[in-house]
């Protein structure tokens, strides 16, 4: 399978012979959007560093067969830009970052750097290259002052973050904003989004320090998973939500540059945000041999222990919603990283059925959650 079928297109065919810049195509999300950008047409082109392990999505598709890849630091701005001088693309999604809170305690000046001067040489190359027509930046739930409160964030409340990642991702909103009113807000302009979402889940994750990607490394070696805070809530989502949710405003900019020019939540509705212990549960009703511990450590960073985002403003105006619910999420997301761990499974095939399959969701009604 190459494509997808007929019909299964959910952004009327905007990506269709397009030429789509991706930067951090070797990661998590970027591999997947890849993936979904080239089944529906696209000519994708991808700007990263080399990815980390030979597990990661990028490595176990075989991406760089399929696509067009560059490896590329996103701090070099003379290198990126000379890589949308050679592609001219139309559309261009920036993911490339530093994407982990804990390494962020570790390396503060990585993550600055790659967080903050990555978003802005990205909003320079878009303004260097009179092609690019559409230009979404991703950012993160974590971009919020996060008050610890019951309710969900709105894109319109204040921008902040404790820990250094965090903070650079409220940063890097501030530079969206600064480059949309200073360069993109006037008509004929590149129409520039940012999208913010939470915590994502799927097969092919295995960074360091992210609970799910825990998880099976401790099935692989059939030892427990160390849980650090079970009780925290968070915005858990299948991989392919968020992505569906850029690629939607994409389409939205492109057809109506003006409308969509701002910040967007993508997360699971209001009802349907769970502990990291729930999740834990649900994984263990999937693969009993799962042994989970949770010691007290002492004098761990600071992490966000309540977190949820206010989605409405997508699903009213994008006609974005999520497609999955909690226990399609973890199906989903289980079934990934068993496939992975069939040694005679093709991923990119694997990966491609599972887009088709979630594309599907589209066309019937979000059902309730079944209990573990
Ligand atoms: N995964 C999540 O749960 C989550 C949640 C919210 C937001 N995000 C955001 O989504 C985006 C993608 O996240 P991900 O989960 O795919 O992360 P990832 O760590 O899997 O991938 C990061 C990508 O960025 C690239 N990169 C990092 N530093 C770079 C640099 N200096 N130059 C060039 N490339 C560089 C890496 O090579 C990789 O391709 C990031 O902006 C991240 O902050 C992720």
Redesign the pocket.
Known sequence: MENLGVGMDLFGGIFKGKKVLV??????????MCLWLKALGADVY???????TTS?N?VTTRLNEKIYHQD?????LDSMKSFFRKVNPDIAF???????VIQSYDDPV?TF???LM?TVHFFECVRATPSVRVAVN?????CYDNKEWVWGYRENDPMGGKDP?SAS?GC?ELIFNSYLNSYFNRSGACAVASG??????GGG?W?EN?IIPDVFRAVQQNSPVQVRNPHSTRPW?F?LE?VFGYMKLAEKLWNSPSEYQSGWNFGPLDNHNYSVGQLLEKVQARIPSLKIQSPEIVGKPHEAHLLKLDVSKAVTLLNWRPLLNFHQTVEFTVQGYLDELNPGKDLYEARLAQIESYSQNYFIPISNDIPA
Do not use: C, M
Request: aromatic share 8%; hydrophobic share 30%; charged share 25%.
């Open positions: 930067t951090g195509d070797s990661g998590f999300k970027g591999s997947w991808g700007y990263s560093l080399p990815p980390k990661d990028f590329g630091d996103i701090r070099d920036h993911l490339a970052a530093q994407a982990l990585e750097s790659s967080n990555g991703i950012s993160s739930d974590k990642y991702k890097a913010r979402a939470g915590n994502v889940i994750d960074a992210r989502q991989v968020p």
